[in-house]
């Protein structure tokens, strides 16, 4: 065998392993294994190398205080305004917002109440921390700032794939302006680095933000969920079959109530079969 | 403002690539604190590009950053230690007398590979190009092809770099006690 036949043969067994051969080459490498037994005991020992690379040196987490700095490069949350990408529908803050936010935080007045193209960023603890508490800074901070959409639309056949062109979670989105819970809009949640979405209500003067978030998220608690109130919101979290809810508000804690029954009840039935 | 724009293509792309940049930033640099100043420096970098670039593939765009950010860095900071070889000829040959050491010792590689701190010395002494090749593919999961596109070399380059460095990591630990 000369030299070059080495380093042919060595390429293709690595190939095969990096799964990097087409069809055809796979087929006959397969065949060759079978008839040549050094050939496959070489491959299984490449193949415990690699496992073994992936097994003891593992991707590494960033650490958060590295996400954190690189998070703040963009978007400051008092930002003004941010020209929509194609995908996002302009939108200016509505005139019930503008006043309580006027109200809450005069001194950022001047920067205008547009609304920012924002991805909040949260990262809820490893182990036994709460996401409820994160969301909860998060919408307290959307409150003065102006609570930001990535997509302004009352139309939830357009926030929907919006959202879902952006987010790991398939979420539930439900028409409750019968209800007296309009749809405003949705956002990016990070939550523990994994982009969630976040639907924004409004209720009279008051807003709900309800988060989506897989079952197994992390620092979201199991059990049944319930009411609780947390740095003076009301907070309600719920799951279904496929998703944990995690909805925040300035309502009280009976309109709160109102909005999660609608909304569990508009879900359950959006899960069924289309109506004509 | 266009930079609003760079700015929302920044959130979607730089922040799920994170552990990735950080994991190749910390390989190349050896050192835990000099991986975030890479990684830091490198996402600057991508925000300005993003101005003016569009990008099909994130990941091998992003990571191809990050290894010029930690290459930059290296060479700022003079660490002799990691010194960067370049496309020197001797690199492509893979140079492998495989068929003789292969039998030696199989069950020694074996226990080696238990030892995950020997794993980690071990391809820690890999010099940088063979080190980049495996963490991309081994660690970052990219292919071949995204491999060559981040660091801008032959598809064949990248084969033969990897054979080899997997070649010199089974060596090296079959040797060693």
Do not use: C
């Not at chain 1, 690699?50 to 097994?55: E, I, K, L, Q, S």
């Not at chain 1, 309009?182 to 924004?200: E, H, S």
């Not at chain 2, 099909?56 to 230690?81: C, E, G, H, S, Y």
């Amino acid at each position: 065998m000369t030299d070059r036949d080495v380093d042919e043969r060595l390429l293709r067994l690595n190939a095969a392993l990096d799964g990097e051969l087409d069809a055809m080459g796979s087929l006959e490498f397969e065949r060759e294994m079978r008839d040549d037994a050094a050939l496959a005991a070489e491959y299984r020992r490449l193949t415990t190398l690699r496992d073994a690379v992936r097994r003891h040196v593992p991707r590494e987490a960033a650490p958060q205080a590295l996400a954190d700095r690189i998070a703040a490069l963009t978007a400051p949350p008092a930002q003004a305004t941010a020209a929509p990408t194609a995908t996002v529908i302009p939108f200016r803050r509505r005139a019930w917002l503008d006043s309580r936010a006027l109200a809450m935080a005069a001194s950022f007045a001047v920067l205008g109440f547009a609304v920012g193209v924002g991805l909040t960023s949260l990262h809820a603890p490893s182990g036994s921390g709460d996401v409820a508490q994160h969301l909860v800074s998060d919408f307290a901070r959307a409150e003065i700032a102006g609570q930001p959409f990535d997509v302004a639309s009352s139309d939830r056949h357009t926030v929907k794939p919006w959202l879902a062109n952006r987010t790991t979670v398939s979420g539930t989105i439900v028409d409750l302006a019968p209800e007296g819970f309009p749809l405003v809009g949705g956002r990016v949640t990070i939550v523990d680095r994994v982009p969630t979405p976040t639907l924004v209500y409004r209720h009279n003067e008051h807003v709900v933000a309800l988060t989506e978030l897989p079952l197994d998220a992390k620092g979201v608690r199991g059990g049944t969920g319930g009411m609780e109130t947390i740095d003076g919101y009301h907070v309600a979290r719920w799951s279904d079959a496929n998703l944990t809810y995690v909805a925040v508000s300035d309502m009280d804690e009976k309109a709160l109530g109102e909005f999660v029954e609608a909304f569990r009840r508009g879900g359950a039935s959006a899960t069924e079969p289309a109506k004509p | 403002m266009s930079s609003s724009i760079a700015e929302q293509r920044f959130r979607e792309i730089v922040p799920p690539l994170l552990d990735d940049a950080y994991s190749l930033a910390k390989w190349l640099s050896r050192n835990p604190t000099d991986a975030e100043d890479i990684v830091q420096d490198a996402a600057l970098r991508a925000l300005q590009a993003l101005s003016s670039v569009s990008v099909d593939r994130p990941k091998p765009w992003f990571l191809a950053i990050v290894r010029n950010a930690a290459m930059t860095f290296m060479a700022r900071n003079r660490r002799k230690t990691v010194a960067y070889v370049g496309d020197m000829a001797d690199l492509e040959t893979l140079d492998l007398p495989q068929g003789d050491d292969a039998a030696p010792n199989p069950e020694q590689e074996l226990i080696a590979l238990q030892d995950g701190e020997r794993l980690r010395q071990a391809i820690a002494s890999l010099a940088s190009p063979f080190l980049e090749t495996l963490v991309m593919r081994d660690i970052n999961g990219l292919s071949y092809r995204e491999i060559a596109e981040a660091t801008e070399t032959p598809v064949g380059t990248v084969m033969s770099r990897l054979a080899r460095a997997r070649a010199m990591l089974a060596r090296t630990l079959r040797s060693e006690p």
